[in-house]
């Protein structure tokens, strides 16, 4: 499934959800299907700069290209939200990283709910992911 297949999915299943308070019970949900984030990874190297609570990404490039990513958070709609992002980034490549506009954020209107802080965090995750993949992208060359 390509970004965009993934965040087509991401939206429909959103559509179905019109109420608010279902969508952030969604967004929880999505946080607890996360891969198990090891506590030995929950170290200041993983930690992301600039969100309102606790987040942390890792990162490894696998043997055929793809970066595979790893993330926790300490809040729960924190989670999701990374849950949704691991769900549209996880296991592509440097370039299909850099190359992807996330439009399922605003289409889902997730970031015209979320309060100044978690915006903030948002932006934050995505730009550790972008970092993540231009120094593997540089590893590559």
């Known amino acids: 499934m390509s ?4 965040q087509d999915e991401i939206i429909d299943e959103f559509e179905g959800l019109s109420d608010w308070m279902d969508r952030y019970a969604y967004i ?3 946080g607890n299907t996360l891969p198990e984030f090891p506590e030995s990874q929950k170290t200041p190297q993983n930690l992301i700069e600039g969100c309102q609570s606790r987040v ?4 490894k490039l696998s043997d055929d290209g793809h970066i595979d990513f790893q993330a ?10 990374v849950a949704l992002l ?7 490549t440097p370039d299909e990283i850099l190359g992807a506009d996330l439009y399922f954020i605003d289409k889902i209107g997730l970031k015209e709910h979320l309060s100044p802080t978690r915006s903030n965090g948002l932006v934050a995750m995505v730009k550790q992911i972008h ?10 060359k």
Do not use: P, Q, T
């Open 3 to 6: 970004i965009n297949e993934a």
């Open 28 to 30: 929880i949900d999505l």
């Open 56 to 59: 942390w990404i890792d990162a």
């Open 72 to 81: 926790d958070s300490d809040a729960l709609i924190v989670k999701g939200i």
């Open 86 to 92: 691991m769900r549209v980034l996880n296991h592509r």
């Open 131 to 140: 970092d993540y993949a231009r120094a593997f992208k540089m590893l590559e």
